[in-house]
C-alpha cells in the first residue's frame, strides 16, 4: 500500500500531500503517524505536493490545525478531500 498523504496527529484537520499528480476524484490513502492507522477517502480538488487537504469537513470560523498547532480560521466551508489553502483559510496572528 502506498501513502499519499501524512497526518502528524489524530487531532489535526489536515494532511500533507507527500505525492505528484494528486486529481480530483482520485481515492487516496493517508498515514496518521501517531496512532499508525490509514484512512482513505476521495479528493475533491487537484492538490500539489506538499500541499494540505481537509481529512474531515471544516466550517467557517473553525480552527484549523496541522502538526498540533493552530495554523489559521476557516473562511470559507472545506469538505473532507478538498485543498486547504489561502483560499479558504487565514492567519489569526493578524
Known amino acids: ?4 498523504f ?3 496527529d489524530a487531532d489535526d484537520a489536515v494532511g500533507v500531500v507527500v ?3 494528486v486529481e480530483a476524484g482520485q481515492m487516496l490513502t493517508g498515514w496518521v503517524m ?3 492507522r490509514t484512512l482513505q477517502f476521495e479528493v475533491k480538488d487537484a492538490i500539489p505536493i ?3 487537504l481537509a481529512i474531515r469537513d471544516l466550517a467557517e470560523d473553525e480552527t484549523v490545525i496541522k502538526y498540533s498547532v493552530d495554523i489559521g480560521r476557516v473562511v470559507q466551508s472545506i ?5 486547504v489553502h489561502v ?3 487565514k492567519t489569526k496572528r493578524w
Do not use: A, L, P, T
Open 87 to 89: 483560499h479558504n483559510v
Open 1 to 4: 500500500m502506498s501513502i499519499d
Open 34 to 36: 501517531d496512532q499508525d
Open 19 to 21: 505525492v505528484e499528480g
Open 6 to 8: 501524512v497526518v502528524h
Open 79 to 83: 469538505r473532507q478531500g478538498e485543498h
Open 50 to 52: 506538499g500541499h494540505k
